[in-house]
């Protein structure tokens, strides 16, 4: 990181400060023996934020079984934690939003944090999970990162927030190629100055990286990192592909099937739109969650009805391979069958248009000798951050990430020329040496080797989409072969 840009930022005199008030909770439940006395007369001495725990206690989204007139009996109701978390809650927003600037795009800030505030606490709540309160301030608090830079670095931040198009999923990756920082890291070095505990800055320093997080706040920080994607299914123009990521990740994480997925998607819009009011935050008009919902259907039911591709043999790859399903289970990302599918209908669009077709295979390095160590956990785990990453990384490009065999990611890029494939591999390959390093994952960091190659119209190379992928699968056994942690890149002959 560069430490002179983080000072910069944090020093800047304009970045929100805790109010007293919070000051005072969290130095009360740091005490072993705080009352909950102490915690009430502590939250009612503040008439204004007790009034707003108080009818957000009250409200339908808790569904408390009976009204709660005091602050001391909505800790009874409640508990001591809930009760600190809304008040730190109500606090944070009010200091945050005392920034009068039009110039930081507050209303698109509020609406991703307050949505995935209500996601993650509804998701907790479906998984069992015991951190309901703290996901909820994790989902709001998420980005504070982004307002401590703009206020740190002014213009500069405000160039690069306008080359993500508004495209939250682009920010990361343009942050750190241009400060070598990233907001989660500077959101929680702000919480950290604020004193609070380590399971309400967790989800603010790994929410855009969740598998990275410690083991002990691994639920918490991925129930945030699923309520962003909620945020997606309900702002994005269509919805559909941020759904299958949905249910992706919410079967594998906590095992709830597609079926609640669905019921989850309709509480957390009715739940964002009660909690926007009682935080008097804007979250834009409300959306039609049945649409929603019956599109992503329909996409699913379209994609189960595709018939299998064939092989020249006349054999389905289908009952070639021994995954047929649409999606790896473990990293989320498109099976071989399902890749060579949509592969071979870009392949054959690109030609008939002359346009270009890109293709990376992405092999993992050293990755037998970490099988080798028994070590499941840090297995898996480099798999999926590996493959959240690359899906970071192409997807806001149009482009496809698959699972291609054990340690193998297969990736189609659209439209990609020789350089643009040769770009794309080079930060590729930096970006997860540089990532990894932070990934609590034994053994690390982590490499890469990379093979490319494209299909480009003048140029006499490909018949089909398998010779394309199996050129590129020579390249990466050309970089792994050179000692892994490097690129090869197809050069094309000129057509005769």
Same mark, same amino acid.
């Given at each position: ?327 790896? =289970?473990?990293?989320?990302? +498109?099976?071989?069958? !399902? %890749?060579?599918?949509?592969? *071979? &209908? @870009?392949? /054959? ?113 490909? =018949?089909?989409?398998?010779? +394309?992928?199996?050129? !590129? %699968?020579?390249?990466?056994? *050309? &970089? @792994?072969? /050179? ?14």
């Amino acid at each position: 990181m560069n430490q002179e840009i983080i000072d910069q930022i944090l020093s800047c005199p304009a970045l929100p400060s805790l109010p007293a008030v919070a000051v005072q909770v969290l130095d009360l439940t740091r005490r072993p023996d705080v009352s909950r006395d102490d915690l009430a007369v502590t939250i009612q001495n503040d008439q204004g934020l007790s009034a707003k725990v108080l009818k957000t206690v009250n409200s339908s989204f808790y569904g408390v079984r009976r009204p709660c007139s005091t602050i001391n009996q909505a800790i009874v109701m409640l508990g001591m934690a809930a009760v600190k978390n809304l008040a730190l809650s109500f606090s944070l927003v009010s200091a945050v939003n005392q920034d009068g600037s039009s110039e930081f795009d507050f209303p698109s800030y509020w609406r991703r944090g307050l949505y995935t505030a209500v996601a993650a606490k509804c998701i907790a709540h479906e998984a069992g999970l015991a951190t309901e309160e703290e996901a909820f301030f994790g989902g709001l608090l998420q980005d504070v990162g982004m307002v401590g830079m703009f206020h740190g670095l002014q213009r500069q931040y405000l160039q690069v927030l306008l080359k993500t198009g508004g495209d939250h999923r682009l920010l990361v990756r343009h942050e750190l190629a241009e400060f070598e920082l990233q907001h989660p890291d500077i959101g929680a070095m702000m919480c950290e100055r604020w004193k609070l505990p380590q399971e309400l800055i967790m989800p603010v320093r790994f929410h855009e990286r969740p598998t990275a997080a410690p083991p002990e706040h691994a639920d918490l920080v991925r129930a945030v990192a699923l309520g962003n994607t909620a945020h997606d299914i309900l702002t994005d123009a269509d919805p559909t592909e941020s759904f299958r990521r949905f249910s992706d990740r919410a079967a594998l994480w906590f095992d709830i099937d597609a079926d609640a997925c669905s019921g989850l998607i309709r509480r957390i819009s009715d739940g964002a739109r009660q909690v926007s009011t009682l935080f008097r935050l804007n979250i834009g008009a409300s959306v039609d969650v049945e649409a929603i919902l019956a599109r992503a259907q329909h996409q699913r039911d379209a994609l189960s009805r595709r018939a299998p591709l064939q092989t020249s043999h006349g054999a389905s790859l289908g009952a070639l391979l021994s995954d047929s399903q649409e999606f790896d =289970a473990l990293t989320g990302a +498109l099976t071989p069958s !399902a %890749a060579l599918i949509r592969a *071979a &209908a @870009a392949f /054959a669009s690109a030609s008939a248009a002359r346009k270009s077709l890109g293709v990376l295979i992405v092999g993992v390095d050293r990755f037998t000798a970490l099988s080798g160590k028994g070590d499941q956990y840090a297995v898996d785990a480099v798999l999926a951050e590996a493959a959240y990453l690359l899906s970071e990384t192409v997807e806001a490009s149009g482009g496809l990430v698959s699972r291609w065999d054990n340690a193998t990611f297969c990736l189609l890029l659209p439209g990609f020329d020789r350089s643009d494939v040769a770009r794309a591999a080079t930060e590729i390959r930096a970006s997860i040496e540089r990532e990894s390093a932070g990934w609590s994952i034994p053994g690390g960091p982590f490499t890469v080797s990379i093979g490319a190659a494209s299909l480009e119209p003048g140029h006499c190379t490909f =018949a089909r989409v398998e010779q +394309l992928i199996a050129t !590129a %699968a020579r390249g990466m056994d *050309a &970089a @792994a072969g /050179a000692g892994g942690n490097c690129v090869r890149t197809f050069v094309p002959k000129l057509a005769a």
